[in-house]
């Protein structure tokens, strides 16, 4: 008797281990994981990265990044435009891991044993109104959800480069408990041989790469 209550016991606590997990990985707000084209961000980079091999809306066009594995990161495009309503002249998929040491819990210290994985999607467009236009919708949808304004920050930045100049407007938004992070920003790139400038709007989802 003693043993089948033993049991059970091992069997609830379990149950209970389950549903702890799926409560966590349900706390990624539905609206980020749509913009981020229902992918389950709930996932290690690793799983994550299977589903994307798999899934057909995504194409791996390049196998090398900072020497690490192949099977490690993925690169990619895809035509698929998600939530973006504009028609982009490309778009630009890049699953990998990051070195920047993560600050998970508000308030707190950076802690150098703790880095990102990073999702991001880059969509090209040669008509800056567009991006800026798509940039504004997606603001609107993800500001709601952060109402504690302490937890979003500007990401505003200028740099001179050897082929381009660029110039990025943008919002950076932490979630804690569980930690992840939400950025999103457009970025202008003149070239600096006289062409055309084209202008990026870049999404990004990051947490704790485990």
Same mark, same amino acid.
């Given at each position: 008797m003693l043993?089948?209550l033993f ?6 606590l ?8 799926t *409560?966590?990985?349900s706390?990624?707000?539905?609206? &980020?994981?749509?913009? +981020?084209?229902? *992918?389950?961000?709930e996932?290690?980079? *690793?799983? *994550?990265?299977?589903v994307?091999?798999n899934?057909k809306?995504f &194409?791996?066009t390049?196998?090398t990044?900072n020497n690490?594995?192949p099977?490690?990161?993925f ?6 435009k998600g ?5 982009p002249?490309s ?10 040491a993560?600050?998970?819990e508000?308030g707190?210290?950076?802690d150098t ?10 969509y ?7 991006v800026?236009?798509?940039y504004?919708?997606?603001l609107k949808?993800?500001?709601p ?7 979003i920050?500007?990401?505003k930045?200028?740099a ?5 100049s ?9 979630h804690?408990?569980p930690y992840?992070?939400?950025a ?10 006289g062409?055309?400038?084209? +202008?990026?709007l870049?999404i990004?989802?990051s947490k704790e790469?485990?």
């Amino acid at each position: 008797m003693l043993k089948i209550l033993f049991m059970l016991t091992i069997i609830a606590l379990t149950a209970i281990g389950q549903e702890t997990d799926t *409560l966590k990985a349900s706390q990624v707000d539905a609206v &980020i994981e749509n913009i +981020f084209y229902n *992918l389950p961000l709930e996932k290690s980079r *690793l799983e *994550l990265r299977e589903v994307m091999v798999n899934d057909k809306r995504f &194409i791996s066009t390049d196998t090398t990044f900072n020497n690490f594995k192949p099977s490690t990161f993925f690169k990619g495009t895809t035509t698929d435009k998600g939530l973006i309503q504009s028609n982009p002249d490309s778009i630009q998929v890049m699953l990998i891991y990051g070195n920047a040491a993560l600050v998970t819990e508000k308030g707190g210290k950076e802690d150098t044993t703790k880095h990102p994985m990073i999702l991001e999607y880059q969509y090209y467009f040669s008509d800056q109104d567009r991006v800026k236009m798509e940039y504004r919708r997606l603001l609107k949808m993800i500001q709601p959800i952060y109402t504690d304004k302490s937890s979003i920050t500007e990401d505003k930045w200028e740099a001179e480069f050897s082929e381009s100049s660029e110039k990025c407007v943008g919002k950076i938004f932490d979630h804690y408990d569980p930690y992840y992070r939400v950025a999103i920003a457009y970025i202008t790139i003149k070239p600096t041989d006289g062409s055309k400038p084209f +202008f990026v709007l870049d999404i990004a989802f990051s947490k704790e790469d485990k």
